[in-house]
């Protein structure tokens, strides 16, 4: 008879105290199904069973404080291991995502020098004066540095 014990709620939250039971002792629960709602100090939190089987105890009663990692829910016959959810607590999902398949892929743009784009880039002059004025104090004109990258295969 598996134990389901308080999950850590997060943010460092130590405790939770039960404000409502969704089902009771005898009933059938499925993987992921509502069993309680329990509020910390930050919010109500719905809490969802990881396995599923015959509810055979309630850990405590509505009003009732429950420190993390205490049981919090008995259950018979769970189901294989594989089929239980690791997840607990709900808008994280607690059943796996179906894949999403990928969109086409965007072709890579060259940023290897070429004629046309050497004209381009020549035809639109300087940026800003600024810009200019910081070339010219470069101890090789932009051409000559960009021909050495060149001759060196780096262009």
Do not use: C
Not at 95 to 114: C, E, F
Request: glycine share 10%; hydrophobic share 45%; aromatic share 4%.
């Amino acid at each position: 008879m598996p134990d389901f014990l308080l999950p850590d709620l997060g943010e460092g939250l130590e405790e939770a105290e039960v404000t409502a039971w969704y089902v009771h002792v005898g009933d059938q629960v499925a993987v992921d199904q509502i069993v309680a709602e329990v509020e910390t100090a930050k919010a109500a939190v719905e809490v969802p069973i990881p396995f599923a089987g015959t509810v055979t105890a309630l850990h405590a009663e509505p009003g009732t404080t429950v420190p993390v990692g205490a049981p919090l829910i008995s259950v018979t016959e769970p189901r294989a291991a594989d089929e239980a959810s690791g997840n607990v607590l709900v808008g994280y999902g607690t059943r796996p995502s179906p894949r999403r398949a990928r969109g086409p892929r965007r072709p890579v743009v060259s940023a290897t020098r070429t004629p046309a784009r050497a004209d381009a880039i020549a035809a639109a002059g300087p940026a800003s004066p600024g810009l200019a004025a910081a070339g010219a104090a470069l101890p090789a004109p932009f051409t000559e540095v960009a021909s050495a990258a060149d001759r060196e295969g780096l262009g």
